[in-house]
């Protein structure tokens, strides 16, 4: 599987963002995929996931009711809607893929697009 996000940038405070992953390969529909973020100097950590039948999603309790994830298998695509965004949001966040339904580690990843909130 080989990932590709998109869709990040600059934003005001209270502002939203949509970030866009591409996925190619065959197993993509089939696998729990999320997406993480990394601040300067830190390790990447969780944001969110969403298993392969869209029918169980996950947060990091500081994105709760202000990120949804989902995805199109279809397209073979994943979204990142976020909103009420904060300074606090500023990272470079990533895409990834585990390589199975709903539980596993996440070893395909894309490259990373930098999300700037300013205040």
């Known amino acids: 599987v080989q990932l590709q996000a998109s869709g990040g940038g600059l934003v005001l405070a209270g502002g939203s963002l949509r970030l866009s992953c591409a996925a190619s390969?065959?197993?993509?529909?089939?696998?729990?995929v999320g997406w993480f973020r990394q601040f300067p100097g830190k390790e990447r950590e969780f944001v969110a996931s969403?298993?392969?039948?869209?029918?169980?999603?996950t947060y990091a309790d500081d994105v709760k009711g202000r990120f949804a994830i989902s995805r199109d298998n279809a397209k073979k695509m994943m979204y990142l809607q976020m909103s009420n965004l904060t300074p606090e949001d500023t990272a470079l966040y990533f895409c990834?893929?585990?390589?199975?339904?709903?539980?596993?580690?996440?070893?395909?990843w894309g490259r990373g697009t930098q999300v700037t909130v300013s205040s």
């Open positions: 990834a893929s585990a390589t199975s339904p709903n539980v596993g580690r996440f070893i395909y």
């Open positions: 390969g065959r197993t993509f529909s089939t696998n729990l």
């Open positions: 969403i298993n392969a039948g869209s029918t169980r999603t």
